[in-house]
T-cell receptor, first 116, second 113 residues
Framework: AQSVTQLGSHVSVSEGALVLLRCNYS??????LFWYVQYPNQGLQLLLK??????LVKGINGFEAEFKKSETSFHLTKPSAHMSDAAEYFC??????????????FGQGTTLQVKP | DSGVTQTPKHLITATGQRVTLRCSPR?????VYWYQQSLDQGLQFLIQ???????AKGNILERFSAQQFPDLHSELNLSSLELGDSALYFC????????????FGPGTRLTVT
């Protein structure tokens, strides 16, 4: 079975500091991996996705993530945090090309706080 | 705005009742997914429909059912409601059944009292 673990339910950074949100996955088949962001009282917005092409993936709003198979990780980073980045972030996995469905398995989420 | 619409935005009902949540996918999308978000369970996949047919089932209770209509909108029916069913219910859509880029609606917040 696939699973996702997000390390740290709450991360706090100063404005302008590096953002690092950690995600480790478990999958018996090559996974597809995603990061979504959820702002208060809103739905989820796709930040970026890995689908077996380049291991370094660039997304919206300056975020990027690197797929590391040897570490089963897909950590999300942003060089400089902005106040508007404060939100909840979810890492998700699907079974990729070996599946007959695109259903997503989500991690528990990480709340990012950005301090002025 | 993702292009996915969900109604109603909020729903308050009593235990034992039945409710219907509605979702309209993005124009051109054939797949609809339903997810439940709660504090204790997090985001859980419930069910997927593709072009009117059930494609995958997740942690969906027998009291819950869904369908996708010929115009591709979908409805999630929740019956014999319990306090524990209080949650945010999201609908997402994608172009195909294996298209992994899913677009989420704003959700329906269900409160069971």
């Amino acid at each position: 079975a696939q699973s996702v673990t997000q390390l740290g339910s709450h991360v706090s950074v100063s404005e302008g500091a590096l953002v690092l949100l950690r995600c480790n996955y478990s999958s018996s088949v090559p996974p597809y991996l995603f990061w979504y962001v959820q702002y208060p009282n809103q739905g989820l917005q796709l930040l970026l996705k890995y689908t077996s092409a380049a291991t370094l993936v660039k997304g919206i709003n300056g975020f990027e993530a690197e797929f590391k198979k040897s570490e089963t990780s897909f950590h999300l980073t942003k060089p400089s945090a902005h106040m508007s980045d404060a939100a909840e972030y979810f890492c998700a996995v699907s079974r990729g090309g070996s599946s007959n469905t695109g259903k997503l398995i989500f991690g528990q989420g990480t709340t990012l706080q950005v301090k002025p | 705005d993702s292009g996915v619409t969900q109604t109603p935005k909020h729903l308050i009902t009593a235990t034992g009742q039945r409710v219907t949540l509605r979702c309209s996918p993005r124009s051109g999308d054939l797949s609809v997914y339903w997810y439940q978000q709660s504090l204790d369970q997090g985001l859980q996949f419930l069910i997927q429909y593709y072009n009117g047919e059930e494609r995958a089932k997740g942690n969906i209770l027998e009291r819950f059912s869904a369908q996708q209509f010929p115009d591709l909108h979908s409805e999630l029916n929740l019956s014999s409601l319990e306090l524990g069913d209080s949650a945010l219910y999201f609908c997402a859509s994608s172009v195909g059944d294996l298209t992994y880029e899913q677009y989420f609606g704003p959700g329906t917040r269900l409160t069971v009292t």
